[in-house]
Protein backbone atom coordinates (compact mmCIF):
# COMPACT_ATOMS: atom_id res chain seq x y z
CA UNK A 1 0.00 0.00 0.00
CA UNK A 2 0.69 3.63 -0.59
CA UNK A 3 1.11 6.13 1.93
CA UNK A 4 0.49 9.36 2.52
CA UNK A 5 1.39 12.73 4.54
CA UNK A 6 0.15 15.73 4.72
CA UNK A 7 1.95 18.90 5.71
CA UNK A 8 1.42 22.81 5.65
CA UNK A 9 3.33 25.41 4.07
CA UNK A 10 3.56 28.56 4.84
CA UNK A 11 3.57 29.62 1.08
CA UNK A 12 2.75 33.50 0.16
CA UNK A 13 0.79 34.62 -2.74
CA UNK A 14 3.33 35.43 -6.32
CA UNK A 15 2.80 39.02 -4.86
CA UNK A 16 4.69 38.10 -1.53
CA UNK A 17 1.43 38.72 0.49
CA UNK A 18 0.46 36.04 3.05
CA UNK A 19 -1.62 33.12 2.16
CA UNK A 20 -2.87 31.30 5.26
CA UNK A 21 -0.81 28.60 3.88
CA UNK A 22 -0.84 25.17 1.52
CA UNK A 23 -1.21 21.59 1.75
CA UNK A 24 2.31 19.59 0.51
CA UNK A 25 1.22 16.01 -0.65
CA UNK A 26 3.38 13.72 0.34
CA UNK A 27 3.42 9.98 -0.87
CA UNK A 28 5.65 7.81 0.08
CA UNK A 29 7.79 10.08 1.37
CA UNK A 30 8.10 11.50 -1.47
CA UNK A 31 7.03 15.53 -2.76
CA UNK A 32 3.70 14.67 -4.87
CA UNK A 33 4.69 17.88 -7.04
CA UNK A 34 7.48 16.42 -7.73
CA UNK A 35 6.36 13.67 -9.22
CA UNK A 36 3.76 15.87 -11.43
CA UNK A 37 6.70 17.75 -12.52
CA UNK A 38 8.78 15.31 -13.91
CA UNK A 39 5.35 13.59 -15.91
CA UNK A 40 4.62 17.85 -17.00
CA UNK A 41 8.13 17.60 -18.72
CA UNK A 42 8.07 14.42 -20.24
CA UNK A 43 4.37 15.93 -21.64
CA UNK A 44 6.43 18.83 -22.55
CA UNK A 45 9.08 17.01 -24.88
CA UNK A 46 6.62 15.04 -26.36
CA UNK A 47 4.51 18.11 -27.47
CA UNK A 48 2.71 19.91 -24.64
CA UNK A 49 3.32 23.63 -23.82
CA UNK A 50 6.35 24.37 -21.20
CA UNK A 51 4.01 24.84 -18.53
CA UNK A 52 5.65 22.69 -15.62
CA UNK A 53 5.39 23.26 -12.29
CA UNK A 54 3.19 26.32 -12.37
CA UNK A 55 0.53 25.07 -9.91
CA UNK A 56 0.66 25.96 -6.03
CA UNK A 57 -0.90 23.57 -3.16
CA UNK A 58 -4.67 23.82 -1.53
CA UNK A 59 -5.82 25.77 1.28
CA UNK A 60 -5.81 23.46 4.19
CA UNK A 61 -9.64 23.77 4.67
CA UNK A 62 -10.15 21.94 1.03
CA UNK A 63 -7.72 19.38 2.11
CA UNK A 64 -8.12 18.17 5.90
CA UNK A 65 -11.85 16.54 7.42
CA UNK A 66 -14.30 17.64 7.52
CA UNK A 67 -13.93 18.25 3.50
CA UNK A 68 -14.55 15.06 1.77
CA UNK A 69 -12.46 16.39 -1.46
CA UNK A 70 -10.09 13.65 -0.97
CA UNK A 71 -12.46 10.91 -0.25
CA UNK A 72 -13.88 11.56 -4.07
CA UNK A 73 -16.87 14.03 -3.38
CA UNK A 74 -16.36 17.42 -4.88
CA UNK A 75 -17.16 19.89 -2.41
CA UNK A 76 -17.77 22.83 -5.38
CA UNK A 77 -20.04 20.65 -7.54
CA UNK A 78 -21.24 17.46 -5.06
CA UNK A 79 -23.89 16.57 -7.58
CA UNK A 80 -20.85 15.95 -10.26
CA UNK A 81 -22.37 13.42 -12.89
CA UNK A 82 -18.00 11.90 -13.24
CA UNK A 83 -17.71 8.87 -11.50
CA UNK A 84 -15.65 9.44 -10.02
CA UNK A 85 -15.25 12.86 -9.87
CA UNK A 86 -12.37 15.43 -10.84
CA UNK A 87 -10.91 16.42 -7.44
CA UNK A 88 -8.28 19.12 -7.63
CA UNK A 89 -4.99 18.75 -5.68
CA UNK A 90 -3.79 21.47 -6.71
CA UNK A 91 -4.89 25.02 -8.53
CA UNK A 92 -2.74 27.72 -10.41
CA UNK A 93 0.47 29.77 -9.10
CA UNK A 94 -1.30 32.47 -9.40
CA UNK A 95 -4.35 31.92 -6.57
CA UNK A 96 -7.14 32.00 -9.39
CA UNK A 97 -9.42 29.03 -8.60
CA UNK A 98 -9.84 26.68 -11.61
CA UNK A 99 -7.08 28.66 -13.37
CA UNK A 100 -4.27 25.51 -14.15
CA UNK A 101 -5.79 22.96 -12.04
CA UNK A 102 -4.37 19.34 -11.62
CA UNK A 103 -6.98 16.79 -11.22
CA UNK A 104 -7.16 13.08 -10.09
CA UNK A 105 -9.61 10.48 -9.58
CA UNK A 106 -10.57 9.50 -6.13
CA UNK A 107 -12.58 6.43 -5.53
CA UNK A 108 -13.12 5.84 -1.90
CA UNK A 109 -13.71 1.94 -1.02
CA UNK A 110 -14.28 0.37 2.04
CA UNK A 111 -10.96 -0.70 2.55
CA UNK A 112 -8.70 1.16 0.24
CA UNK A 113 -9.04 4.73 -1.43
CA UNK A 114 -7.53 5.12 -4.73
CA UNK A 115 -5.80 8.00 -6.62
CA UNK A 116 -6.13 7.27 -10.63
CA UNK A 117 -6.12 9.18 -14.06
CA UNK A 118 -3.72 12.46 -13.08
CA UNK A 119 -4.92 15.10 -15.32
CA UNK A 120 -4.55 18.94 -16.46
CA UNK A 121 -8.09 20.02 -18.13
CA UNK A 122 -6.95 23.42 -19.45
CA UNK A 123 -5.07 21.74 -22.49
CA UNK A 124 -6.58 20.48 -25.39
CA UNK A 125 -5.42 18.16 -28.23
CA UNK A 126 -6.58 16.85 -31.64
CA UNK A 127 -6.32 13.26 -29.77
CA UNK A 128 -7.66 11.68 -26.73
CA UNK A 129 -4.04 10.70 -25.83
CA UNK A 130 -2.63 13.49 -25.65
CA UNK A 131 0.51 14.40 -23.29
CA UNK A 132 -1.29 16.56 -20.80
CA UNK A 133 -4.91 14.50 -21.19
CA UNK A 134 -3.84 11.84 -18.04
CA UNK A 135 -0.23 12.63 -17.92
CA UNK A 136 2.11 9.66 -16.69
CA UNK A 137 1.80 9.42 -13.08
CA UNK A 138 1.38 6.16 -11.66
CA UNK A 139 -2.18 5.29 -9.88
CA UNK A 140 -1.72 5.04 -6.18
CA UNK A 141 -3.59 3.11 -3.09
CA UNK A 142 -4.12 4.12 0.70
CA UNK A 143 -5.19 2.04 3.31
CA UNK A 144 -8.55 3.55 4.24
CA UNK A 145 -7.80 3.42 7.86
CA UNK A 146 -4.52 5.25 7.92
CA UNK A 147 -5.63 8.00 4.88
CA UNK A 148 -8.70 9.18 7.16
CA UNK A 149 -6.54 9.34 10.32
CA UNK A 150 -4.35 11.66 7.78
CA UNK A 151 -7.03 13.37 6.76
CA UNK A 152 -8.66 13.87 10.23
CA UNK A 153 -5.27 15.48 12.00
CA UNK A 154 -5.92 19.08 13.59
CA UNK A 155 -4.22 20.80 10.49
CA UNK A 156 -4.12 24.11 12.48
CA UNK A 157 -1.92 22.60 15.16
CA UNK A 158 0.53 21.05 12.49
CA UNK A 159 4.31 22.39 12.37
CA UNK A 160 4.83 25.10 9.63
CA UNK A 161 7.31 24.71 6.62
CA UNK A 162 8.44 27.86 5.81
CA UNK A 163 8.54 28.49 1.52
CA UNK A 164 9.48 32.22 0.21
CA UNK A 165 8.53 32.91 -3.34
CA UNK A 166 11.39 31.98 -5.57
CA UNK A 167 13.82 34.69 -6.47
CA UNK A 168 14.21 35.59 -10.51
CA UNK A 169 17.78 33.36 -9.69
CA UNK A 170 15.93 30.68 -9.04
CA UNK A 171 13.26 30.73 -11.28
CA UNK A 172 16.08 30.80 -13.68
CA UNK A 173 18.13 27.84 -12.49
CA UNK A 174 14.92 26.11 -12.60
CA UNK A 175 14.19 26.91 -15.74
CA UNK A 176 17.88 25.82 -17.05
CA UNK A 177 17.05 22.34 -15.20
CA UNK A 178 13.82 21.70 -17.01
CA UNK A 179 15.84 22.30 -20.04
CA UNK A 180 18.39 20.20 -19.41
CA UNK A 181 16.34 17.16 -18.74
CA UNK A 182 13.84 17.99 -21.98
CA UNK A 183 17.40 17.77 -23.76
CA UNK A 184 18.06 14.33 -22.38
CA UNK A 185 15.10 12.65 -22.76
CA UNK A 186 14.78 14.09 -26.49
CA UNK A 187 18.52 12.15 -26.25
CA UNK A 188 17.10 8.80 -25.07
CA UNK A 189 14.01 8.84 -27.48
CA UNK A 190 16.72 9.92 -30.36
CA UNK A 191 18.68 6.72 -29.15
CA UNK A 192 15.58 4.83 -29.39
CA UNK A 193 15.28 5.92 -32.82
CA UNK A 194 11.97 7.48 -31.83
CA UNK A 195 10.76 10.67 -33.05
CA UNK A 196 8.84 13.61 -30.66
CA UNK A 197 5.16 14.07 -31.30
CA UNK A 198 3.71 16.90 -32.99
CA UNK A 199 3.73 19.85 -31.07
CA UNK A 200 -0.12 21.36 -31.33
CA UNK A 201 -0.81 24.63 -29.86
CA UNK A 202 -4.61 24.85 -28.17
CA UNK A 203 -5.94 27.84 -29.63
CA UNK A 204 -5.34 27.21 -33.03
CA UNK A 205 -5.53 23.12 -33.01
CA UNK A 206 -2.70 23.05 -35.28
CA UNK A 207 0.96 22.41 -35.52
CA UNK A 208 2.93 25.15 -33.56
Same mark, same amino acid.
Given at each position: MDTLELRIVDEPWPNGEPSGGTVQILVNGRDLADIIVEAEVRAVEIGGDDVAGMFRGMPPEEIFLPSRNLLGVDADDPNSQDDPPNITLYDCECGGPGCWPILVKIVAGPKTVKWTQFRHPRQRFPHEDGPWNDFAVQPFEFER???? !????????? &???? !????????? &??EEAQRRELLIERLRAERAAKGEQPLEHWNERSRGPK
Open positions: QKYE !AELGKDWKS &LPRV !ARSSPTSQQ &LA
